[in-house]
């Protein structure tokens, strides 16, 4: 797992259709687990804690709920700190059997820019690349938090930074659940990809899936803390 103490933000009411990333605490550095099976850190003066990665290490985890293949609508939000410009991943929904494919993949790339990829190659059905990628005109800062967010309502890709509109793709697809046979959902990975690709150098901190896309007043308010 990354090291430092870690959090995912994992509460299932927050703005209705949120995905939880985890269902039990096993972060050896949460004072304990409260009912909902989220790590409590209010044990520490502050409380607040990022999950840091160095380049190997990363978290993966199984749950049954971050398929979004049926209302095929997404939002994924993220603080996150990069201290180097490479290619890295930030989320992927995939499967051991999946590897570098995924039903959804949140990354950097090595301009600092916000990259969002689906299975398959540019052109494929299922990639949401027909026409082009979707990838963030700007980059984010090395070395300072920034939050970004990502939204799909069936219409278009959006990419937020901190709260802002930066790209918008019009794009009609849908979100696959295989790649060539194999099965491309059920299990996250966070600073690695399944086939042990593009890590993350730096630190991530609240994590957010839904199944259904936020609006621009949500989004803003997610990167404004609230």
Not at 59 to 65: A, K, P, R
């Amino acid at each position: 797992g990354a090291g430092g103490a870690g959090r995912c933000q994992t509460s299932s009411n927050l703005l209705g259709n949120m995905i939880s990333l985890t269902s039990t605490c096993d972060d050896e550095f949460a004072c304990s687990e409260n009912e909902s099976g989220d790590c409590d850190y209010s044990c520490y003066d502050n409380g607040d804690y990022s999950l840091e990665f160095n380049g190997f290490e990363y978290i993966e985890g199984s749950t049954s709920s971050m398929d979004v293949s049926n209302s095929n609508q997404i939002t994924i939000g993220a603080f996150v700190n990069p201290s180097a410009y490479t290619h890295s991943l930030i989320l992927q929904h995939s499967s051991p059997e999946g590897g570098g494919q995924s039903q959804y993949a949140l990354q950097l790339d090595e301009d600092g820019k916000v990259y969002f990829t689906t299975a398959g190659g540019a052109q494929a059905n299922g990639s949401f690349e027909q026409d082009q990628q979707n990838r963030s005109n700007s980059s984010i800062p090395l070395n300072a938090w920034s939050h970004i967010a990502l939204t799909y309502n069936n219409q278009s890709i959006k990419i937020f930074i901190n709260g802002i509109l930066d790209f918008e793709h019009e794009i009609s697809d849908n979100f696959p659940t295989e790649y060539d046979g194999d099965s491309i959902i059920g299990n996250f990975y966070i600073g690695l990809m399944a086939n042990g690709t593009i890590p993350f150098i730096g630190k991530i901190d609240e994590i957010s899936v839904w199944d259904n896309a936020l609006n621009f007043d949500q989004i803003h308010d997610l990167a404004n803390g609230q």
